[in-house]
């Protein structure tokens, strides 16, 4: 590896590099899709992510032959690590050329950090939270992805084996066909879930209308994830910033969100118009105009991504879920919708696939969490 150097990312040069390189990397690539720069930005600086407040992170460029190469985020979650009662280091943003000495070079990086702090395990690739991205692609490498999912090269998995990592978790996806009306055993159960256990439906006009129940969502959200692979509960300061970040973009068509009778959410059910072709054509900023492309996502589409759906541990198995996904897929069936994309669950999550028996679906996608003990 003597032509091959990792920087650590210094300043804002560099981060913007960071961010920038895989970009270059997949240039001409059908499927990936590129994240936002102001999002990637905001995600990687302590002073505009909270969650820097029980994490630490360093970043690297790998270079070969003074050209970029690679780029990795080595993380420690305080916060994980004492929920897990582990001691594990993350790495995440991960991307490399096709070369062994390229991606060893950066998994050393890592791994000799995790060494120097006293960590036991590296896995990855995951974020900050479970709201980044997390997984590796093992499955689907010839399917466009989603805004909120990882894309990466068939090699990528084969270079983590080669180099001692192996399979901690994996999530799937699935592509449902959106039919020309809702089973009716789903709107039933619906109504007689809504009757049973006295919910109702949060009616809503704008995004506006969501806010005053954004807290009470994230609540559930925590509460339904918390036993799930890695899950750190959202503090006040991370569901502040995400009510800000995301919130105000949501169409309230493809929303629902189930009331019990103390006015918190029971259940609910976030899908977004799929942005992947838009974003693909912005190249991962908005301005010129990249805005243009997305904004004409926004209005003529014929496709959805499921992008979170929770419901409180009192209410799970009851049929609540029936709700949501009943209300949305009739909104989808009214507005010309012909292809919901489910957000990823873990492959063991059997509840979480429940749903979409009654629908024709494919399971395309699945994503990997490698794991190295004993670094």
Known sequence: MENILVKEVESKSDLRKFIAFPDKLYKGNKYRVPQLHMYEKAALMPEKNSAFEFCEAKYWLAYKNNKIVGRIAAIINHKSNEIWNEKHMRFGWIDFIDDLEVSGALIKTVEGLAKEKGMTAVHGPLGFSDMDLEGMLIKGFDEIATQATIYNYPYYPVHLEKLGYSKDTDWVQFEIKVPDKVPEKLKRISSLVLEKYNLRILETKKPKDLLPYAKSMFYTLNDAFKSLYGFVPLTDKQIEQYTKDYFSAIDVKYVCFVLDENDEVAGFGISFLSLSKALQKANGKLFPTGFIHVLK???????????????????????????????????????????????????????????????????????????KKGV
Do not use: W
Not at 331 to 360: P, T
């Open 297 to 371: 996502a926004l209005r003529k589409n014929n496709k959805v991504d499921m992008l979170l759906q929770a419901v409180k541990p009192e209410y799970q198995n009851k049929g609540v879920a029936a709700i949501f996904y009943t209300n949305m897929m009739q909104a989808y069936i009214d507005n010309g919708i012909e292809i919901a994309i489910s957000s990823h669950a873990l492959e063991d999550n059997k509840s979480a696939f429940l749903m979409f028996k009654n629908y024709e679906i494919r399971q395309h996608l699945k994503r990997r969490c490698y794991i």
